[in-house]
């Protein structure tokens, strides 16, 4: 099956500093990977996700990376605010519609 | 609330106790998964369903049984639990088109202690 990592573990940023988490998986097969927030106690939620034809994505403030031949993947997120602060999840779905997760960044914006 | 609803929202149960988890979607899809969360883990897949046939178990112990009756049920039965499984249990559901998925959508979570 899929194997992804995620790295770093945890993170601390200035506010308006920007943050890089990095992810990589094993199957080569996957062909979309969403990126989910967690705030503490609450649902993982999208906050955005690429396909793999797709290089770069950007939405506002976040933007992911993707390069297939390496096989890793990268959530950017510019002007971090204190509402930024959560657990970070990165995914690969294969083709057999498994998603399968990292472990997660726990980030903290530093008012 | 959210399409995904997931009860009881907190379960205690003994290790001979007999226990379903209950998730339900309101938002049409047609595959739903279990998922285990636990302290400073990965989200680990469990079980899961594409229209209503069970394509994956991830080396699940049997203690742990889903079924699911229709695409918008799933239910997790456990017994003779461990210790262990004490976590945070997640459904989600996704729409699964011609093979490309979107994205996942979770339920609030059960967290299950057990004793």
């Known amino acids: 099956g899929e194997n992804v990592e995620q790295h770093p573990s945890t993170l601390s940023v200035q506010e308006g500093d920007s943050a890089v988490i990095k992810c990589t998986y094993s199957d080569s097969a996957s062909n979309y990977f969403p990126w989910y927030k967690q705030e503490l106690g609450k649902r993982p939620q999208l906050i955005i996700d690429i396909r793999s034809n797709v290089g770069e994505k950007k939405d506002q403030r976040i933007a992911v990376t993707l390069n297939k031949t390496a096989k890793h993947f990268s959530l950017h997120i510019t002007e971090t605010q204190p509402e930024d602060s959560a657990v970070y999840f990165c995914a690969a779905e294969n083709t057999g519609n498994q998603f399968y997760f990292g472990t997660g960044t726990s980030l903290t914006v530093i008012p | 609330e959210t399409g995904v609803t997931q009860t009881p929202r907190h379960l205690v149960m003994g290790m001979t106790n007999k226990k379903s988890l209950k998730c339900e979607q309101h938002l049409g899809h047609n595959a739903m998964y279990w998922y285990k969360q636990s302290a400073k883990k990965p989200l680990e897949l469990m079980f899961v369903?594409?229209?209503?046939?069970?394509?994956e178990n991830n080396s699940v112990p049997s203690r742990f049984s889903p079924e699911c009756p229709n695409s918008s049920h799933l239910f997790l039965h456990l017994h003779t639990l461990q210790p262990e499984d004490s976590a945070l249990y997640l459904c989600?559901?996704?729409?699964?088109?011609?093979?490309?998925?979107?994205?996942?959508?979770f339920g609030q979570g059960t967290r299950l202690t057990v004793v």
């Open positions: 369903y594409n229209f209503k046939e069970q394509t």
């Open positions: 989600a559901s996704s729409q699964v088109n011609r093979g490309m998925n979107t994205e996942a959508f």
